[in-house]
C-alpha cells in the first residue's frame, strides 16, 4: 500500500469539487478555531442547477465532513483525498449514485445506509439525485484504523482489506442501522456546531460513531460541564441562501425532457445494450417470474405473520408488560442500594452494568416511560435512543379506510395499495379531476416518453373507467394506480402495468423493441430490490420466529398456541422471582449479596 507518512501537524484534507481539479473549489467563507484544537471550516460552490455547502472539522487523524447538496441531479461530484483514507459514510436524506473515477461500475447508496470504503487515494464521483441530498462522510487514516482494529476484533478483516488491497473497495461493510445512529450523528454534529471541541474529544465522538454502527457498545463520554460555546454557531446560516433558490421556471422543473429515468436505471440499461432482442427477451421472462415469486413470498409471509401475532398476543395477554414493570423494578432497588452502603469503582462498575442491563430488558417488551429514561441515563452515561416505532402505513390506511368506505385489502402492503388508497382519498376529498386531464395532465413538466406511456395504457385500458347514467366517472383501482404513477412520475409502476397486463401475449412482447424490452428489464429489478428490502425488515420482526415455528411443526397453529403458553408461563415465573428478590433486597439485603443479584443479573442477560 502507498502510503504517505502520518504527520500529526497536518491535517487530512479530503475536497469535494464539481471538477476533478481540486482548484475548482471556491472558498467563501472560512473560521478557523485553534484554541479549541480541532480546526473547522466552511465551504460553498454553485454548480450547474443547484449549489453544495460543506462543513469540515479536522482533527488529528480524522476529518468529518457535512454535506448539504441542492440540483436538479446528474451533476457529477467528486470526493478527493489528499492521501490515502478509509472513508465511513452515512446517507442521510436522498440517495445518490456512486464509482471510483476510473470505474465504470456505479454503486446505488440509499437513504438511511451506512458504509465503510478503504478510498485509499482515489477519487469517487458522485451523482446526485434531483432535491436536497445530505449526508456525513469521516475521513480516517489508515494508521488510526488499523489502531482501532488492534483493540476491536470486529474491525480486523476489515483492516486486513485496507491493508494489503492495491486498489479501493467501495462496499467494505454496508448496513441499514437502527434510528440511534443517526440520532448520534446528529447530536455530534451540533456538538461541533455549538461547541469548542479538543482533539481528543473529537476523535472519541468520531470512534463511538463508527463503532456503534459496527454494532460495537461503546459508551459515549458526556460533554464536559464547563465546554466553551462557540462565539457564532457553526450552521447553514453563515452560506449565500441563494445557493438554495431556483428561478422560478426551474422550480418544477425536475423532471424537464426526457429523463425518464435515474442515473442508476440507466446505467442498468446501458449494461443491456450488449444484448439481441431473443436475450432480452429471456431475461425479462426470467426476471419477471423471480418478481412475482418475491412478490408472493411477501405478501405471504406478511399476512401470516399478521394472523399469527394476534393470537399470539392474545394468550400471552399482559404477561410481557408485567415483565418489563418487574426488570425496571430490580433497576430501582439497585438504584436504591447505592444509597445505603459504599461501594468502591469496580463494585459500582457491576451495579452500573446490572442497572443498564436489566433496564434494557425492559425497554425490549414495552417502550420506555419518561422518568425510566432518567434512571437509564443516570448510570449509562449516555442518552437513551429507542428503537424506532414504525407506524405500518398499511394500518394507517385500515383504519382511515373503514371510516371513508375505501378498501385495499386486495393490493396487501405494496406500493399499488399506496396508490389505490391516495387516489381513493382525493376524490373523496377534492373530487374528481376533468376526463381530459385522464389524458394529459400538466404534461408540460413530464418526460415525453412518460406521457406517450400514459396515453397507450389509458387507450389500452378504456374498459376499466364508465361513465354512469348521471354522468360520474368510475374507474378501477388499476386507472388509480396508473393515475398516480403519472402524477408522480413514476415510469417504474406504469411500466409494472404493462408487464402485468399485456406482456403474458407473446404477439404483444413481440411487436415490443429492444428498448421496451429493457425498460422492462429494469422496471422488474428495481421493483425486486424493494421487495427485498421489505422482506429483510419483515424478517426483523421479533416475532417472525413464529413464521419458523409454524411451517417447521405438523401442527401448525396448534404449535403457536403451545409456544406462547409456554412463554407466557416462562414470562410469569421470571417476573415472580424477580419480585422476590426485590422485595427482599429492600427488607434485609447486604453488601454483598446486592453485588450478587447485580451480578446475576449481567448473567442472565
Known sequence: MNQIAKDKKSNLHVSLTDSPDRASVRLEKDFYNDRSGVKHKLVEFVTDGGGVNNQFYYGDDATLRYSLCIGDGGTPLYSIPEEPVVMFHIQQDNEQYAKFEQSDEWNRWSRGEIRLTWQSNETIVYELSPGYTSHIDLFMRPDLFLELANKYPVLRELAMEVKTAQNGHLDLFVRNPDLSIHLFAAEMLDELQRFEVSTQRFQHLCECLLLQSMGIVLPVEPRASDAVKREEHLDWSHFDESLFQFDDDDEEDEYEGDDLFTPYQDYLLDNLKEYGKEELVRKFDVARFEFNELKCDYLKNKKLLKNLKEGYLLIMEDSGELLAEAYFSMALALDAQTGKFLFDDREMNILKDAIVCVSDQSFELRAAKPEQVD?????????????????????????????????????????????????????????????????????????????????????????????????????????????????????????????????????????????????????????????????????????FRLIHIYEQSSARIQAIDQQAYSEKETYQNITESLLIIVKGMEACATKEIVLGIAKSMIIAK
Open 375 to 543: 434512571l437509564y441515563t443516570k448510570w449509562s452515561k449516555k442518552p437513551y435512543f429507542p428503537k424506532p416505532e414504525i407506524i405500518e402505513f398499511e394500518s394507517m390506511m385500515e383504519i382511515i379506510g373503514a371510516q371513508l368506505n375505501i378498501d385495499v385489502s386486495e393490493w396487501g402492503d405494496t406500493k399499488e395499495s399506496t396508490a389505490v388508497f391516495c387516489e381513493h382519498l382525493q376524490d373523496q376529498l377534492g373530487g374528481f379531476r376533468s376526463f381530459s386531464n385522464f389524458m394529459g395532465r400538466d404534461e408540460n413538466d413530464k418526460p415525453q416518453a412518460l406521457i406517450e406511456l400514459y396515453h397507450m395504457l389509458m387507450n389500452q385500458l378504456s374498459d376499466e373507467f364508465t361513465i354512469t347514467d348521471e354522468g360520474e366517472i368510475k374507474k378501477s383501482d388499476i386507472i388509480r394506480i396508473l393515475d398516480h404513477a403519472y402524477d408522480i412520475n413514476d415510469p417504474i409502476q406504469m411500466l409494472l402495468i404493462e408487464i402485468e397486463y399485456f406482456s403474458h401475449d407473446e404477439n404483444y412482447v413481440k411487436m415490443q423493441d429492444e428498448d421496451k424490452i429493457r425498460y422492462w428489464i429494469v422496471a422488474l429489478e428495481d421493483r425486486s430490490k424493494e421487495l427485498q428490502k421489505q422482506i429483510s425488515m419483515l424478517e426483523k420482526d421479533r416475532l
